[in-house]
């Protein structure tokens, strides 16, 4: 039998972000996120008190029907002291979803598609999205008026950092008719910058 999908064993592909939400939830109130299109990336966990995952995958739902399994993986990665509520919904991100609006201070945006024009409904105002270009999300963001870019996040050699200065020079376009909401939703995929970073941190206005 296969083994069952796990975050350790997810963090053995992708590596290890609790460095990225710990980063974020030091320096911005975060206390309640949406992660859709989580598959078992357990990380905003270690470092966001109530985090709201959502996928279709049945192995991410077997994976968050476990809860002394989601209990044992946190174990040793939690912030001191974090409390960790853990909700998973086994649903499509397009169709409505049980959660109510306004409630989420961050949404997740992190190769799952378009998350953020499906799911910006339950985003706080003046909450936080964090996107990444893979699949177009902050190519789109960064064309939405309702946000503005407060920080990007760069990986290197195993470290996430979170920068707020000199953000001007990121989310430039190559091609600057290449900055189109529909061509990018129609491609699916984000367009290419003159600087890139793994992710980025719109807030909503
Ligand atoms: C490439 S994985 C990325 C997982 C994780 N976000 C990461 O960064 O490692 C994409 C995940 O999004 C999920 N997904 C894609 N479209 C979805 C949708 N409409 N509703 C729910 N989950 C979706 C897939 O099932 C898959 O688990």
Redesign the pocket.
């Known amino acids: 039998m296969a083994r069952r999908a796990t975050w350790s064993q997810?963090r053995e592909t992708?590596g290890n972000r609790s460095g990225l939400f710990e980063a974020l939830a030091d320096r911005w109130p975060v206390e309640r996120a949406l992660?859709?299109?989580?598959?078992v990336?357990l990380s905003p966990s270690t470092a966001i008190a109530s985090v709201t995952y959502?996928?279709?995958?049945v192995r991410?739902a077997r994976f968050f029907a476990d809860s002394d399994r989601i209990q044992r993986e946190l174990t040793g990665h939690t912030r001191q002291g974090a409390r960790t509520d853990v909700r998973f919904l086994a649903?499509?991100?397009?169709q409505a979803l049980d959660i109510p609006d306004d409630s989420m201070d961050l949404l997740i945006s992190?190769?799952?598609?378009p998350v953020w024009e499906h799911t910006r409904r339950y985003l706080s105002p003046g909450g936080w999205l964090l996107a990444n270009t893979s699949h177009g999300d902050a190519s789109l963001a960064a064309l939405d008026d309702s946000l503005r870019l407060v920080a990007v996040v760069q990986y290197r050699e195993g470290q996430y950092r979170v920068l707020v200065g000199g953000l001007e020079e990121y989310l430039v376009p190559k091609r600057r008719e290449a900055a189109d909401a529909d061509r990018i939703r129609a491609s699916g995929r984000g367009i290419p910058y003159t600087r890139t970073a793994f992710a980025y941190l719109f807030q909503s206005r």
Request: proline share 5%.
């Open positions: 997810y992708i992660y859709p299109g989580s598959y990336d959502v996928d279709t995958d991410a649903a499509d991100y397009t992190l190769y799952a598609g």
